[in-house]
């Protein structure tokens, strides 16, 4: 993809179930300093922001409202993308394509002790026929599942293994919410949510976000600065009604990833990106993602499991920071993936850095069952 | 065929909101409840006196840190009387209307703040009147600590 | 490298305080429909749908993962802006963004409102928990509250507000889109109309409706072949304020960010005389005072002379600067639309496609956007590429 947008820094809060001392602005005024910081510049440098929220998360109107001070867009101009992160990103990056900025801070967070992530989610779904049914993310993952069970084989027990693996490999991330030693029985035990995802099978509730400074060729040029390159990115959207949808074909991520990879130049993605972080609110939403990201052919993305389990996952490393797994709030969740890919590029992942990473990918979603979807290549 | 009635689907939205206070709110509420005082912060930069206080200068970006105090009573700034029959979400129902509502800039303060007025009158009222805060008697942590601000002198 | 981007098609629905005919898709559906038609292109063609509204007041979320179907968003790169009141401004800007970009050719912006489904006064309620929420008065409020400011400072009259309203709701009767429109509406009936928030009369201030409006981009070459007079955006600047109202001294005589954004809008065009260099302005006034207020910070006037202009004329119909021929918000208000709506009503100006509202030989268009408090947004479009 020519030209180039690059990230020039990255932060990320410690995720906590409950942040109760922070209001909102002071949270979001915490990761943009260390967003700056990281980046080495000042205020002043930052020509545009987009922030990434959602009222009915911030449980207020305009949420954004009282946060200029914080995101440095007092007389200055910021947007804000309504739903996932990472797609703020994708916009941050345009914006700088078009010639409208040349250093853009992204920031994206969501304070989930706040509400009832469910009961929100319920407002996702249309009024007329899905809404008054009840559904919500979890009871409409539920669906998911079983579609995805019953067409591959996969079970119960390798989405148990998927937590394993996720909450293992966030003990070696400082950053990580849940680091907790389980059990796939404590996985298989743990209370029905939805048959069949079980409460361990869900990432908790998690208050916290991420920002990441976006610059221009030409300022990274000047500041003579070592960026992680974005090489590409793509974002779709499916169908809304889950009955019309084929909820084991993913079409929105299957598009959305061929988009990245086409800009990115990449073929195999098994074999040309390192690291892949993406954005699993589900246990077995790893496992599917990574099938239709064309990671492993479909229906044989537990092959993952065997390679992580015996230490043999050196092609590919998926969520090597533990992912949602271990707790993000679901708007960042997919920015947050984006500063774990840059760390990994960077070599600066403490304590979950994966050897030689030159390509990385982070993908983000939003909707029911993944029906916004968002992918990005990103590289040194 | 007779035109059909076209339907409406009544869904009510039954959402709990826990607002975290975080230190600087958390900070003025405590004073105001406790010493009925009224707090501001100051930019150590710019020296410009913030309220409500918030965590950073948006000029200065620099973290707020300086509490001082201004006074009850102040200038105004803006005035109205509101005649509309607005939703209170505090109160769960309808404003009593008609009320009067200001920006009134405390003694120590840059910003103003935005309040009710006890008059509601606007014949009675003018740019650069004097008011003064009247608290609640049993005051809770909250900006409901402020009934109104009386007109003075 | 950045590319020369023009609108090419408009769309919007008929705006009405209750579209009850319609849901929340398929009024975005009717405004997307239009614009396709208005460009001679089909949805095929689209290469982004970007929507922009502001879900509380529907108290929706993520509403565009119902409205994207609508919007003919499906399989395609679609996401949601909601930026306040300027949603609709800002949900074009970027969509000017994505076409200049160089990754998209084609893009769809979709700003809509359909607030007979929820309860807007609840939605305007729900500002800021801890300070706004205990005084808000929705935006009447507010601006009554700038207006006493504006009103001793400036000395505008009821009579000279009076006279924008006027002006806006007769304007609107050549707007077949239009919400209220009322062809023999005079000074002394808006000053008859009850007080809603001293001193502004119910008639002063917009109405609240529910209407999409849709602007399709195309980058230069196909902006070229798609449409005989396109619409070239040449300029499109944001700027964002305080937090709270009382920060923002005097801030309708001040608008710090209209102004500036202005500023830097005019630079980039080269524009030094607005009103002699302006064909049309559709700006964003929710309340007459501020389109009065509007005037002197967008230079069309000194400051203090905004009532002149009004008296003179001067941004009639027939005046030197048609100023909303469309009606403006004083007439149609979806809040996530209105911006859009504005965006949407200077470029189809520039197409030539007004009817009866068409001011001859438009050129050079200005656009505001206003929101919140205090955000303004500001574009400007031309029939040539600059």
Redesign the interface.
Known sequence: MYPKVGIIGVSQTHFEVSKARQTISEMVFEIAQNALEDAGISWKDLDYTITSSVDLWDGSTASNATLTEVVGAVMKPEMRVAGDGLTAAFQGMLTILSGAAEVVLVISYSKESMSSRWGITNWVFDPIYQQTLGLDYLSAAALQTWAYFSRYGVTEEHCARVVIKNLTDAQGNPFAQRREKISIEDVLLSEVWASPIKALDVSPTSDGGSAVILASERVIRERKVEPVWILGAGRCLEGHYLGERDLTEGEALCRAARKAYNLAGIKNPFKEIEVAEISCTFSYQELLWSEILNFYPRGQATQLLEDWEAGLDGNLSINPSGGIMAGNPLIPAGLIRLVEAFLQVKGKAQGHQVQEVKRALAHGTDGPCGQGQCVMVVGS | MSKEELLRIPIKMDLEYRYPTGKHFTHFFRVLKEEGKIMALKCPKCGYVFLPPRPACGECHVPLEEWVQVSDKGTVQAFTAIHFKFFDANLGRVRPVPFGSALIRLDGADSSLNHYLEENDVTKMHIGMRVQAVFRENRQGNIGDILYFRTIR | ??RRVAIVGTGQTKHRSQR??V?M?EIVYEAATAALQDAELSIQDIDAVLLGN????E????P???C??GAG?????????????TSGT?VA??G????????FNIVMAIGFEKQSDG?T??????????????????A???F??????YV?ARGVTREQAAKVAVKARRNACNNPYAHLQLPHITVEEVLSS??????VHRLDMCPTSDGACAVIYAEETRAKKICSRPAWVRA????????????LKDRLISI??LR?AARVAYAKVGIHEPLKEFDVAEIYEPVSYAELAWYEALGFCKEGEAGRLIDNGITLMDGELPVNPSGGVLSTNPIGASGTIRVAEAALQIHGKGGKRQVSGVNMALVTGY???SWSDVMILSSSPG
């Not at chain 3, 502001?54 to 007041?57: D, I, L, R, S």
């Not at chain 3, 968003?73 to 009141?85: N, P, R, W």
């Not at chain 3, 006064?121 to 929705?138: Q, S």
């Open positions: 490298m950045a009850d005919d849901n898709m502001m879900e509380m007041f108290g929706r979320a993520l565009e993962m119902w994207g179907e968003g499906v399989y395609k790169h679609c996401l949601k802006i909601a930026t306040g009141g800002s800007i970027s000017f963004q994505h076409a200049a970009s160089g990754l309860h006064a609840a939605g305007m309620a729900l500002t800021d928990p801890f300070w706004d929420r205990h005084v808000a008065a929705g009447i409020g507010n009554a509250l700038s207006i006493s400011q001793a009850p007080i809603i928030a001293y001193p499109a600047v944001t700027r964002h304020d305080y937090s709270y109202l009382g920060d710090r960010t500036d929101g919140v408090y």
